[in-house]
């Protein structure tokens, strides 16, 4: 059993940045996919990024590219999201996911593969 404790949302203006964490416990996360998503009201969870067990395979979705980083410190078991250039429309919910284990540079980006999640951390952007 693997819990997720996700943080590090807040108010922002647009063009601000953030950095999110998700911090394990309960078990290794080494061969573990972790997984950034975000929920939007009455919109579904989708995908923002995901990293493969060794940080050798990540994925972004198209909107996030070239200004949000995905990364991960298997030692302390954390996850990190680094938000740059926000936008009004990255306003929701970010939750962090763990599933596996996989091998290394496999991943997926199907919110029904991952097995468990953070609570959730809302990111509000101002314009």
């Known amino acids: 059993q693997v819990q997720l404790v996700d943080s590090g949302g807040r108010l922002v203006q647009a063009g601000g940045s953030l950095r999110l964490s998700c911090t394990a416990s309960?078990?290794?996360?080494?061969?573990?996919?972790m997984g950034w998503f975000r929920q939007a009201p009455g919109k579904e969870r989708d995908i923002v990024a995901a990293?493969?067990?060794?940080?050798?395979?990540?994925y972004y979705a198209d909107s996030v590219k070239g200004r949000f980083i995905i990364s991960r410190d298997n030692v302390k078991h954390t996850v990190f999201l680094e938000m740059n250039s926000l936008k009004p429309e990255d306003t929701a919910v970010y939750y962090c996911?763990?599933?596996?284990?996989?091998?290394?540079?496999?991943?997926?980006?199907?919110?029904?593969?991952?097995?468990?999640w953070g609570q959730g951390t809302q990111v509000t952007v101002s314009s």
């Open positions: 309960g078990r290794t996360l080494r061969p573990y996919v």
């Open positions: 996911a763990a599933t596996g284990p996989y091998s290394a540079m496999e991943l997926t980006t199907t919110p029904n593969d991952y097995k468990y």
């Open positions: 990293i493969d067990f060794s940080g050798g395979s990540i």
